[in-house]
């Protein structure tokens, strides 16, 4: 079992950034690809970002690209979202994930683990 605990949401103003923290426990994530997803009032879930096991590689949605940054520290189990020039349709319950499915990145049906959420707001 793994369990993911998301942190770091909080309000803020357009154009403001914030760093979300994704931490696991109970299983080293180190040889996972790991997702962050979110998911507005009344819309369903979106893929926004997701990094390879070894951190090589980085994915990101189009409608994030060149403003937020996927990053994961294996020492502490931990997976990032650095979030820049943030705009109010960003507004979201952001979730992490751990990829289990060889498949694509960007599906959430691919990941087994996710974790509660934490709720970034950005006023305008």
């Known amino acids: 079992q793994v369990q993911l605990v998301e942190s770091g949401g909080g309000l803020v103003q357009a154009g403001g950034s914030l760093r979300l923290s994704c931490a696991a426990s109970?299983?080293?994530?180190?040889?996972?690809?790991m997702g962050w997803f979110r998911q507005a009032p009344g819309k369903e879930r979106e893929y926004v970002a997701a990094?390879?096991?070894?951190?090589?590689?980085?994915y990101y949605a189009d409608s994030v690209k060149g403003r937020f940054t996927i990053s994961r520290d294996d020492a502490k189990n931990t997976v990032y979202l650095q979030m820049s020039t943030l705009k109010p349709e960003d507004t979201a319950v952001y979730y992490c994930?751990?990829?289990?499915?060889?498949?694509?990145?960007?599906?959430?049906?691919?990941?087994?683990?996710w974790g509660q959420g934490t709720q970034v707001t950005v006023s305008s």
């Open positions: 109970g299983r080293p994530v180190s040889n996972y690809a």
């Open positions: 994930a751990l990829k289990l499915s060889s498949g694509n990145y960007y599906s959430a049906h691919n990941y087994g683990y």
């Open positions: 990094i390879n096991w070894s951190g090589s590689n980085t």
